[in-house]
């Protein structure tokens, strides 16, 4: 059988010799298109190897316990949460009444036979090698089975008796302190020994110090009311445990009962349908998860700076390929003289497109999984938190790999086509056709550009619109490309008065103007326009403050 | 050179009975080529009938400037006639598109230049199979076929060697099994020889006469009488016309006796 795509075959493999023949400007061109690939798929592992698994987040949020038991403060009153227990709404209505306030009898809210252990912290003054520093102060046993997870030891050991205190590596780093020094509060004049350091592997960067229970916030309180200044502002969390399958949906609804918020892991894993969620039956309920139209506004705004940096690689990278292209000329004759047509000589410009951006795509994630993986402790503390695991997705890294093939075919398409175009026997004898500059050209080129700019600056004043704004600015570059050529023929007038070697350049340029790369692209950075996700989100009654990690929340 | 020949042997007609008992592979009508206009203009064929029988090699010899090279791409398809017809296989070439001539030129018409004629990016056998890959045949059945070309004119070793790991005439060959792959079967050699040294040129044009011998038609542009002498017909042009036409035991004799007068 004869197909088209054997002649493909044959202009892939002769695309593919030429890119490893000419090895230089191939890898021009592959380094212009892996880099952002690279950067691309670096970015893509990093976020999801720092997106964690529901079991991440709950050991980070609970060690080893089953659940988190909160108070809302809003005097112990029956409440309805969300399964995450994110959300949650007094089950009486208050709008005409004082809303309730005070702490709960939060001991009631546990099951019987519960282990329990408590989790306080607040805030104070530690004095630091370069002056006062404000502290999160956080008393737990960490020696505690339950709050394995919670942390992890890095140097020494945890507190475990008075006067002792571990503190995360970022604060000792920010203080200027160290495993062994002593340490004082403003307004105590008890001295802390830090015996150890450890991190949050949510919250690398948070300043803090653990102490046991009841020995650094309990008397620094006492001492800054004494003294008339504001205290530690302390609140407390249970971590709890129960035998058996954990802390069930039944269980969390007899805590909301207490007035009680709950985070369970087993209802993490394995929420409830939405039926036996009662807030979620009410009708005085609604969602507020992120909606459709941000999410659309999100990917338009990804789809549109994706789409610029494309433009731009071809830009770049379509010259280099104009070049391959003229100086492969004898060649394409030869192919054309053996019966080649015009879309088989097409085919085989647009392959050498094909096999660099493939090349780029393959290059381009190795290297991106790679410094990912080589980089990984830098990247985690630049993003603050541990990686989950190292997580990668074939499918997305495939994506991101099609763009690369993508731009690299893209880029090679004008000069396959003006390839095309010259006769057998103008490429074979190396004759130049009788080339006219096109006149439409210019003229589409001045339009396209204004319209462009227009579009772009209405974008930017009168709209909110990313896409607007990306669009008008795409436009006005590719105006600006139509019009390079005429640019270039302008200047090769005016440059008569020029010394020789410049003269000579410029003669050059103007008669080659297909390959001569069109002046730095007029930008109009993508951020510059007002983005609509970034709007702050409708504001809503309940409270969905994401939980602060001791559970402390408060009811508009 | 062609004036100091005698213009006695003007009977081609009645010479090849037997061959236009088949039909040409290649007939040229009246061809007319004018290349620019005004006061550039250059008449480089004028009125030019020839035409090749299938087992025949066909010797086009003239000074420079006299329009071979314009005969060969008009006759290819590659350059179109201000006038004329060019009949290749039947098909009068000058009246189908772009496409079919492309299409035509993959099948029926093979090309010879005078040196760079294969396609670098491929080895011998890639090059032969690439007219047909390009026709859309499977590179396995193309290689296939391009090996078997190789083989049958002995120069099997070559087949996966790349251009630059070939000597000129062994190039020149590999070019001349090319252009008669598949169904071609017409031949246009540009001075296949120009390049080489005679010897060499002697082996190449022994394997186009002997492409010839098994069926296919061929036109050889050449300066040397030497090369012409392996055609079986001559022709002679000078400033775009045919002067002269001989038959190959006549050129020999004329050659000779050229060769004696010198
Ligand atoms: N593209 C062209 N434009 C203008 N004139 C041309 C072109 N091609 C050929 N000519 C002219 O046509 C005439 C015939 O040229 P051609 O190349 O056919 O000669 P030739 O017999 O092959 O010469 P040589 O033996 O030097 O190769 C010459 O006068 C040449 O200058
Ligand atoms: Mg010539």
Redesign the pocket.
């Known amino acids: 059988m004869n197909h088209w795509y054997h002649s493909w075959v044959a202009a892939v493999r002769i695309a593919r010799r030429d890119a490893w023949r000419f090895k230089g400007r191939s890898s021009l061109v592959l380094a212009m298109i892996a880099l952002p690939i690279l950067g691309v798929s670096a970015a893509d592992l990093t976020l999801r190897s720092a997106e964690l698994s529901t079991e991440q987040q709950m050991e980070r949020d609970l060690g080893a316990a089953d659940a988190r038991v909160s108070d809302p403060g809003m005097g112990g009153v029956p409440i309805h949460q969300s399964p995450d227990g994110r959300n949650y709404m007094t089950v009486e209505n208050f709008d005409n009444k004082p809303w309730p306030d005070g702490s709960a009898d939060i001991r009631a809210a546990f099951p019987a036979g519960a282990k329990i252990l408590k989790d306080t912290s607040g805030s104070g003054k530690l004095r630091t090698e370069h002056g006062l520093l404000n502290t999160v102060i956080h008393e737990l046993d960490a020696t505690d089975p339950m709050a394995k997870g919670l942390m992890t030891l890095g140097q020494g050991r945890f507190p475990d008796k008075a006067g002792e205190i571990a503190a995360t590596a970022h604060f000792l780093e920010t203080s200027g302190l160290e495993v062994g020094s002593e340490l004082t509060a403003r307004g105590l004049a008890t001295e802390y020994r830090i015996v150890g350091s450890y991190e949050l592997p949510g919250a690398l960067k948070s300043d803090e110090v653990l102490a046991r229970p009841g020995t650094f916030l309990a008397p620094l309180d006492k001492a800054l009311k004494a003294d008339g200044l504001p205290g530690t502002a302390a609140g407390s969390t249970y971590l709890v445990s129960v035998d058996g399958d954990g802390f069930t949906w039944n269980m969390v609804k007899k805590a909301n009962a207490h007035g009680a918020v709950v985070t369970s892991r087993a209802v993490a894993l394995a929420p409830p349908a939405d039926s036996e969620v009662p807030l979620h039956q009410r009708d005085d309920w609604s969602d507020y998860e992120q909606s459709t139209a941000a999410r659309t506004a999100e990917l338009a705004a990804i789809g549109t700076v994706v789409g610029l940096a494309m433009l731009e690689i071809c830009l770049l990278a379509g010259p280099a390929f104009a070049v391959g292209a003229r100086r492969s000329r004898r060649q394409l004759g030869l192919v054309g003289a053996n019966g080649g047509d015009r879309r088989h000589i097409r085919a085989i410009v647009l392959s050498g497109g094909l096999v660099i951006g493939f090349a780029a795509a393959v290059v381009g994630t190795a290297l991106g999984l790679l410094l990912t993986f080589v980089l990984r402790p830098l990247l985690e503390d630049y993003m603050g938190q541990r990686f989950g695991s190292f997580d990668v997705r074939p499918l997305e890294l495939l994506g991101i790999g099609l763009l690369a093939v993508l731009t690299g075919l893209l880029a090679a398409i004008v000069p396959a086509v003006t390839a095309s175009r010259q006769t057998v026997l103008a490429s074979l004898t190396g ?1 130049r056709g009788v080339r006219r500059s096109s006149r439409v050209l210019p003229v589409v080129g001045l339009i396209a550009t204004g319209l462009g700019i227009a579009i772009t600056l209405f974008g930017a004043t009168a709209t909110d619109s990313i896409v607007i704004v990306a669009g008008g600015s795409a436009l006005a570059e590719l105006g600006i490309v139509a019009l390079t050529p005429a640019l270039v023929g302008l200047f090769g007038k005016l440059g008569g008065w020029l010394p020789l070697s410049p003269r000579l350049a410029l003669r050059d340029a103007v008669r080659n103007r297909g390959r001569t790369p069109p002046p730095s692209p007029p930008c109009w950075p993508p951020w510059r326009a007002r983005s609509p996700w970034r709007r702050t989100p409708p504001a809503t009654t309940y409270s969905s403050a994401p939980p602060t990690r001791h559970g402390c929340r408060t009811v508009r | 050179m062609p004036e100091s020949m005698p213009h006695t042997s003007h009977q081609p007609q009645q010479a090849f009975k037997s061959q236009q008992s088949q039909q040409p592979v290649l007939q040229l009508e009246e061809l007319t080529r004018v ?2 206009s005004g006061a ?1 203009e ?1 008449h ?1 064929l004028r009125g030019v009938n020839l035409s090749v029988f299938p087992g025949e090699l066909v010797a086009v010899m ?10 060969l791409t008009i006759a290819g398809g590659l350059d179109s006639p201000t006038s004329g017809r060019v009949v290749v296989e039947g098909t009068d070439i000058t009246t189908v598109g772009r496409k079919e001539l492309a299409a035509l030129r993959r099948r029926s018409i093979g090309y010879v230049f005078q040196d760079y004629n294969l396609i670098p990016a491929l080895t011998a056998a890639e090059n032969i199979a690439l007219p047909r890959e390009l026709d859309g045949v499977s590179a396995r059945k193309a290689r296939v076929s391009a090996v078997a070309a190789l083989e049958e004119m002995g120069l099997g070793q070559l087949a996966d060697r790349f251009p630059d790991e070939m000597s000129g005439g062994q190039q020149q060959r590999v070019a001349i099994a090319r252009a008669l792959v598949g169904d071609r079967r017409l031949v246009l050699a ?2 296949p020889t120009g390049a080489l040294d005679s010897e060499t040129g002697e082996s190449v044009l022994a394997l186009l006469r002997a492409r010839c011998d098994a069926g296919a038609a061929g036109i050889l ?1 050449t ?1 040397e009488p030497r090369f012409a002498a392996w055609a079986d017909r001559v022709v002679f ?1 000078r400033d ?1 016309s045919v002067v002269d036409e001989t038959l190959r035991s006549q050129a020999d004799s004329l050659l000779s006796g050229q060769a004696a007068a010198q």
């Not at chain 2, 000074?63 to 005969?71: D, F, I, M, V, Y």
């Open positions: 004759r | 290349h620019g550039t250059v480089a003239g000074p420079s400037g006299s329009g071979k090279s314009t005969l540009d001075e542009v300066h042009l775009g």
